[in-house]
């Protein structure tokens, strides 16, 4: 039961990253639009953040030290500070929109405006962060995530032709009057939402929180393979159940209510209480992950104290970050502006940032005097150079392709 429990930080890790309100309306949206032609960019995201969370898991366990407090100190602190800004506004403009999910999950439930829940769940979010310890909210909200696997159920239920499904994932190209700006677009974006920078320093922070040695690789690459899959699943679940619902119907999807419709004639009301027992637990969860991830990039930078282990008071720069980050995020959220929209154009700089996050990650990784014999081989190698090259063309396109078709419309 011990091992089961400890890969609650991978799972709560995968539900923020993968299955946050961007997430949950993009991938609907995706297979509304495209069926699940970009299905294949989610398996590529997953596999992606797998090779980097794990190398920064095994920084983290072996040097006992986060790797953004490596970074600064291996690449000096001109090349973490770029590092720490743009990290910390994409993780600003997150924690905004999961605040925003978790308002509009409980509108789904007592048809009261979200706007109006945002200052409870801004307070919520803040007192469970200052609060609970480390271990209970990531068992709590990880698991409680895990209702999502009802889109897995529903796309069973909903009893789809798998052949077209097939067809539809291993048909490379934009369908129908999609053009292959938009498609790109969307690809670009579901990949930035695999490898979100805050992921991987989160992942690496909860390794220190929760005092992994070398001794403690096992239960690192367990919470990597089984937790990020299991996001990379759910995603492509939520992308199934809406290319067998809306896109034969040709019908959008533009909010969040909309991504549990094909949950709900697959499974009834229950299962439609599930769906959104699952919203507030994904979004809240993601508001957990990106509020400390924000106080972690900022203390770890300048030297504070930090951490959920450490008492309040003996970290109070720390919390103060993570406070005034939640503040700002409900600020921005009581102008009306629209949640998913904020974590759309969150997903675009997410990729114009992946450079600065994951090229140091990997220096770090081969660095002997940190890792001694469990610095990178081979094979890991090949995978980050690999994936850096993807994450520069992704970086370079993100921001072209978002004014040329207008935010993917």
């Not at 400890?6 to 309306?25: N, P, Q």
């Not at 979010?125 to 209702?147: N, S």
Request: proline letters at 4%; charged letters at 15%.
């Amino acid at each position: 039961m011990k091992r089961v429990l400890a890969v609650t930080l991978g799972i709560l890790t995968a539900i923020g990253g993968f299955v946050d309100i961007g997430d949950l309306v993009a991938n609907a949206q995706t297979g509304a639009r495209f069926g699940m032609g970009l299905g294949w960019v989610v398996v590529v995201g997953v596999v992606g953040i797998c090779v980097y969370a794990e190398m920064c898991g095994r920084v983290a366990a072996v040097s006992r030290r986060p790797v953004f407090d490596l970074v600064r100190e291996r690449l000096g602190p001109r090349v973490a500070l770029a590092n720490l800004v743009g990290s910390y506004l994409v993780t600003l403009l997150t924690l905004t929109a999961e605040i925003g999910g978790v308002a509009l999950a409980v509108e789904m439930v007592t048809s009261v405006h979200h706007l109006l829940w945002v200052p409870v769940a801004s307070f919520v979010v803040w007192v469970v962060l200052w609060r609970v310890r480390f271990e209970t909210m990531e068992r709590v909200f990880g698991l409680a995530g895990l209702a999502l696997v009802v889109f897995v159920v529903a796309l069973v239920r909903l009893d789809p032709s798998w052949r077209d499904l097939g067809a539809q994932a291993v048909e490379f190209g934009p369908t129908g009057a999609e053009g292959w700006a938009t498609y790109a677009f969307f690809g670009v974006t579901l990949f930035a939402a695999a490898m979100t920078p805050y992921e991987v320093f989160f992942f690496s922070s909860g390794g220190v929180e929760e005092r992994w040695t070398d001794r403690d690789l096992v239960t690192e690459r367990a919470n990597v393979f089984i937790g990020f899959p299991l996001g990379g699943l759910l995603s492509l679940a939520i992308m199934a159940c809406a290319a067998t619902v809306f896109l034969p119907q040709g019908l959008q999807v533009d909010e969040l209510a909309q991504v549990a419709q094909p949950v709900e004639p697959a499974l009834g009301k229950i299962g439609l209480a599930v769906v959104i027992l699952g919203f507030f637990a994904a979004t809240f969860g993601a508001a957990l992950e990106t509020g400390l991830s924000s106080g972690y990039t900022v203390a770890q930078y300048f030297g504070w104290r930090w951490g959920k282990r450490v008492p309040p008071r003996q970290a109070a720069r720390f919390h103060t970050v993570v406070l005034v980050s939640v503040l700002i995020g409900a600020a921005v959220l009581l102008t009306a502006v629209d949640p998913v929209a904020v974590t759309e154009y969150s997903l675009v700089f997410s990729a114009v940032a992946l450079p600065l996050t994951y090229l140091p990650i990997l220096v770090v990784a081969n660095d002997r005097d940190y890792l001694g014999e469990h610095v990178n081989g081979r094979v890991a190698n090949a995978f980050g150079v690999t994936y850096l090259v993807i994450i520069l063309v992704v970086a370079v396109a993100a921001i072209p392709l978002m004014l040329l078709t207008g935010m993917g419309s």
